[in-house]
């Protein structure tokens, strides 16, 4: 039986800053993980973070480096599917969208995240990269980024090889992209203009990962 996410309104998990420690003492057990730059995420406003995709465990990997920000993240449906798994998922913040459409309800969901002044991740790319290198971006975090008037902090999670156990994993939190960089047309309702947006956002994301491990 799938779990059956409630869009109506945010909760607040109280098993939240139970798990998310737990989850990220699992993560840097499993990964030489070092962070750089998690200053350069706002804590006074709302703002979409968007990293690259390499790992189901990426949620966690890049909350895991921001201890003061409670961030939520969208997730594929296909994940949800297991009521104890979608409702885990649910406690750290996680929420289900239909990818196979519009998905309105989780949109809206979004939206109203980061207009309450929250952090919200989201996946540029939609889908993990087969080869671990940032990929063509979609266009949906620009139609957030419209409807909330908000920066994004761009993120790169980088490994020389696949990201399995015990594999270094270098994270880097860049800049913020301020919304006027975004250059997003307010009248324009073509998501081919939104998808500018993330042909940005994926090019700043791509800067940071060359960057590499830094040595």
Same mark, same amino acid.
């Given at each position: 039986?799938?779990?059956?996410?409630?869009?109506?309104?945010?909760?607040?998990?109280?098993?939240?800053?139970?798990?998310?420690?737990?989850?990220?003492?699992?993560?840097?057990?499993?990964?030489?993980?070092?962070?750089?730059?998690?200053?350069?995420?706002?804590?006074?406003?709302?703002?979409?973070?968007?990293?690259?995709?390499?790992?189901?465990?990426?949620?966690?990997?890049?909350?895991?480096? %921001?201890?003061? %920000?409670?961030?939520?993240?969208?997730?594929?449906?296909?994940?949800?599917?297991?009521?104890?798994?979608?409702?885990?998922?649910?406690?750290?913040?996680?929420?289900?969208?239909?990818?196979?459409?519009?998905?309105?309800?989780?949109?809206?969901?979004?939206?109203?995240?980061?207009?309450?002044?929250?952090?919200?991740?989201?996946?540029?790319?939609?889908?993990?990269?087969?080869?671990?290198?940032?990929?063509?971006?979609?266009?949906?975090?620009?139609?957030?980024?419209?409807?909330?008037? %908000?920066?994004?902090?761009?993120?790169?999670?980088?490994? %020389?090889?696949?990201?399995?156990?015990?594999?270094?994993?270098?994270?880097?939190?860049?800049?913020?992209?301020?919304?006027?960089?975004?250059?997003?047309?307010?009248?324009?309702?073509?998501?081919?203009?939104?998808?500018?947006?993330?042909?940005?956002?994926?090019?700043?994301?791509?800067?940071?990962?060359?960057?590499?491990?830094?040595?």
């Amino acid at each position: 039986m799938a779990y059956k996410f409630d869009y109506s309104k945010r909760k607040k998990h109280p098993l939240y800053k139970v798990i998310k420690p737990i989850a990220s003492a699992v993560i840097k057990s499993k990964y030489k993980v070092t962070y750089i730059g998690a200053e350069n995420i706002p804590l006074d406003r709302g703002v979409i973070i968007a990293p690259n995709h390499i790992t189901a465990l990426d949620p966690v990997i890049v909350g895991a480096g %921001c201890p003061k %920000c409670e961030m939520h993240f969208i997730a594929k449906q296909e994940l949800f599917e297991k009521k104890v798994v979608g409702w885990f998922l649910s406690q750290l913040n996680s929420f289900p969208v239909n990818r196979s459409k519009f998905d309105y309800d989780a949109i809206n969901y979004a939206v109203g995240i980061v207009k309450d002044g929250g952090a919200l991740g989201i996946f540029p790319e939609g889908t993990r990269s087969a080869d671990f290198t940032p990929q063509k971006g979609k266009g949906g975090i620009g139609y957030i980024a419209k409807q909330c008037k %908000c920066d994004i902090v761009p993120v790169s999670i980088y490994t %020389c090889d696949e990201a399995k156990s015990g594999t270094r994993l270098t994270v880097r939190y860049g800049k913020p992209i301020k919304y006027e960089e975004l250059n997003i047309d307010e009248e324009s309702k073509k998501m081919k203009d939104l998808r500018k947006v993330s042909e940005l956002v994926m090019s700043r994301i791509s800067e940071l990962w060359e960057e590499g491990h830094g040595n």
